[in-house]
């Protein structure tokens, strides 16, 4: 078994320490009061035997929670008053250098929190550790001095999360819908270089590119573009190639017949596509932003978005060329062609492309094939979004997400016009729903009334978040607010007027619904008679937001967390605050948002049906999934799945699997089992553990990660069961 120091670093556990601190604190007092070293032995063994129940490595401060607890059990008062004021001064001690211990754990590269934090992070390479180093201490300052403190004790109890804490001190903000159409069509500056319209395809992708990386480096959350921005390049590269094509032929003294021109003309033009679909594809796997990592950036894919039937078609084009070298994959370093992270890409089930007779259900086909193979695309239902996102015209429309599953609200610019892309989300806070369950003792009373208080606490930390953006300069990033991204404000402006009447969003995540119905009722959220609480609850959430932006005039809204490493810090803050409580707080990991249970046995049309009902109470942003084996020969199934997304649900992803052993070449689902009290990874062929030497990739939060998880995250993995 393992522990995890104060600094991040994990070591082995050795119970010798805790009989040496112990009997310090029993040496210290009346020898009349003392304990025997019989006692001391036992409290030792049963302090690990509740850290080996744990099922992960519990933290050094959880340990001495549990010394504290089992000398007063024994009676021993005066031991557990020294002992505790022991700890308490040595914490006093500590806080000076807290934030130097931390920094230097990961440069030495022996921080376990941080190496699992972001599963697309490599907490090794340089860049990655000079991002993280930045955030210790943007994170000590924000706790220290930004923040009022009942926030931070909130945060650090897990009572709330405040996300993102590493990048508050600067003003920046979390993702967006970036207007790539605006910037290709109008020109862009990137770093003081002025970058006119493209006069081909391929120029337009490399272009696009480039804004990717420096939107990544200028926020810290996910970002989307859409592909029909780049469509109407496809028609200039035709252009162009056509009069080549027939200049060509002049001099080579020949004269074919339009026809034949055409064909020429095509066939280069696909090449074109193919060499900008990957410049595409490799560079944003290949890309690292000033935050050590690949830009989170999702791709979206909806044909009806196109504005003519020429430029739809090209955009077919694109789709599925795209589709087409996603589903081949990446090489990695032995030449072997496995799942990229990045791009995230989303497609569209439509009217035009949803049924076997549909001009577009070749593409649909393609991204069943795909989905089978590489995870994604996702798919978003257009005929569902159509009637949930409705702007103040009664126009449904029908968007991407910023990212993995943030969406803005429906909004109508001053002209009247519907507007998404060049909108953005100033940041998000989320509510523990178990803790408010389990703090209210089951006394329904008490839950709304610790619910409020708990809401007040988001609401004043959303309000921090919110002006910390305000006053910001369009000069702090101009990719951002000047050059089109988002905005094209002046020099010098600052940015608030797109942070209030719905040009922009702030959300308020939730998470653990299943195990605060699960705690209040007694029975799951998917039972018909818990059902009615859980939505209770969510339009609870629903009308506290609809409160703060009635008296602020910003838009809050409710957004289905996707909690990574946080599902692990909440599950082991309630450990600390309530023990261990059958089916609630016994696993290292609490469930996101509105999902039904990992562990729940569901059909996956079920679980999508019984999901939409939630998906529709989450408009700031949820995304759904079922997970599934390999469907690589039953590509019908995945149809039939994708059917049932389109006609029930807003938006949907299926989980497969997709690793690799460098070991052995094993290509299929690397396993997870548990060797001394810690869940490792493990190649099922050749017995690898070393994670350094396998390819893994899972979806945790909406986006694919690939570069492994904390021991709350690994577990829920493990615990997935199937849904098809």
């Known amino acids: 078994m393992k522990i995890i120091k104060r600094n991040g670093a994990e070591v082995i556990f050795d119970i010798a320490k805790i009989e040496t601190a112990i009997t310090k604190a029993n040496n210290a007092v009346e020898e009349s009061v003392r304990m025997t070293p019989l006692q001391i032995k036992r409290i030792s063994e049963s302090v690990q035997i509740s850290c080996e129940e744990m099922g992960r490595s519990p933290s050094v401060e959880e340990i001495q929670d549990l010394v504290e607890k089992s000398i007063m059990a024994h009676g021993a008062f005066e031991v557990a ?83 993102d804490s590493d990048y508050y001190a600067q003003h920046m903000h979390n993702c967006d819908l970036v207007n790539l159409e605006d910037m290709l069509q109008n020109g862009t500056v990137i770093s003081g270089t002025l970058i006119e319209k ?118 077919a084009l694109i789709i599925e060329e795209m589709l087409r070298q996603r589903y081949q994959g990446v090489k990695n370093e032995k030449g072997v062609w496995i799942t990229p992270a990045f791009p995230k890409l989303i497609y569209v089930l439509e009217e035009d492309n949803i049924t076997e007779d549909s001009p577009y259900w070749y593409l649909t086909r393609l991204a069943a094939q795909c989905t089978a193979k590489r ?24 968007y991407t997400c910023m990212g993995c599953r943030s969406f803005l609200t429906p909004y109508v610019d001053e002209n ?58 369009s000069d702090a990033a101009p990719i951002l607010w ?53 939505l209770q609850v969510m339009q609870h959430m629903n009308d506290a937001c609809a409160n703060w932006k009635a008296k602020h005039n910003i838009h ?5 967390t996707p909690l990574e490493s946080t599902t692990y810090k909440f599950a082991k803050c309630l450990q600390n605050r309530f023990g261990m409580i059958p089916g609630i707080t016994d696993k290292s990991y609490i469930t996101n948002s509105y999902h039904v249970h990992v562990t729940e046995e569901i059909d996956a049309f079920t679980k999508l049906k019984f999901e939409a009902d939630f998906q529709q109470l989450s408009p700031g942003g949820a995304i ?51 060797d001394d009290g810690k869940l490792i990874w493990v190649c099922p062929q050749c017995g690898n553990t070393d994670q350094s030497k396998m390819n893994v990739a899972r979806r945790t939060c909406g986006y694919i990660g690939s570069q492994f998880w904390n ?11 199937l849904h098809l």
């Open 81 to 163: 008053k020294t002992y505790i004021t022991y700890r308490y001064t040595r914490s006093l001690l500590r806080q000076s250098n807290t934030t130097d211990d931390r920094i230097l754990s990961l440069i030495e590269c022996n921080n376990e929190e941080v190496k699992q934090e972001n599963a697309n992070k490599n907490p090794t390479i340089n860049a990655v550790q000079r991002d993280y180093i930045a955030g210790e201490v943007s994170k000590d300052i924000t706790n220290r001095i930004l923040l009022p403190k009942e926030i931070v004790d909130a945060h650090n109890a897990g009572i709330i999360h405040f996300h």
């Open 198 to 315: 493209p006069h081909s395809f391929s120029t337009a992708c490399n272009i696009a590119t480039q804004i990717i990386a420096q939107v990544a480096s200028n926020q810290y959350g996910g970002q989307s573009i859409s592909l029909t921005h780049l469509a109407p390049f496809v028609q200039i590269s035709r252009e162009r190639i056509r009069k080549a094509v027939k200049e060509e032929m002049k001099l080579l003294g020949i004269d074919p017949s339009e026809e034949a021109i055409s064909k020429v003309v095509e066939e280069r033009l696909k090449d074109e596509i193919s060499r900008g679909v990957q410049t595409i594809q490799y560079q944003v796997v290949t890309l690292m932003t000033t935050n050590g990592q690949a830009p989170f950036i999702t791709v979206f894919m909806y044909l009806n978005e196109a504005r003519n039937e020429q430029e739809k078609k090209d955009l």
């Open 375 to 398: 995870m994604v695309p996702d798919y978003i239902s257009e005929k569902k979004m159509l009637e949930l996102k409705v702007d103040s015209n009664g126009e449904g429309h029908c």
């Open 416 to 473: 009247g016009k519907p507007k998404y892309y060049g909108r953005f989300n100033q940041g998000v806070v989320t509510i523990n729903l178990v803790d408010v369950a389990l703090s209210s003792g089951k006394d329904m009373d008490k839950f709304w009334e610790i619910f409020d208080e708990r809401l007040e606490l988001c609401y004043q930390a959303l309000l921090c978040r919110h002006e910390r953006l305000k006053g910001t300069l």
């Open 482 to 534: 000047q050059y089109g991204a988002l905005a094209r404000l002046p020099k010098g402006e600052p940015i608030d007027k797109l942070l209030f009447g719905g040009y922009s969003t702030i959300s308020l995540g939730y998470a653990g619904l299943y195990e605060c119905v699960k705690y209040m009722t007694g029975r799951s959220h998917t039972d018909a008679e818990a059902k009615p609480f859980a």
């Open 556 to 560: 809050f809204s409710l957004y289905g």
């Open 624 to 674: 759904s999934y079922v997970e599934v084996p390999n469907m690589q020969q039953n590509i019908d199934a995945v149809l039939e799945v994708m059917k049932f997304i389109y006609d029930n649900i807003m938006y949907a992803e299926l989980n497969t699997k997709s690793d690799y052993c460098q070991e052995c070449g094993f290509d299929g689902e690397i396993e997870i089992q548990e």
């Open 711 to 721: 021991q709350g995250r690994t577990q829920e993995i493990k615990d997935r069961v």
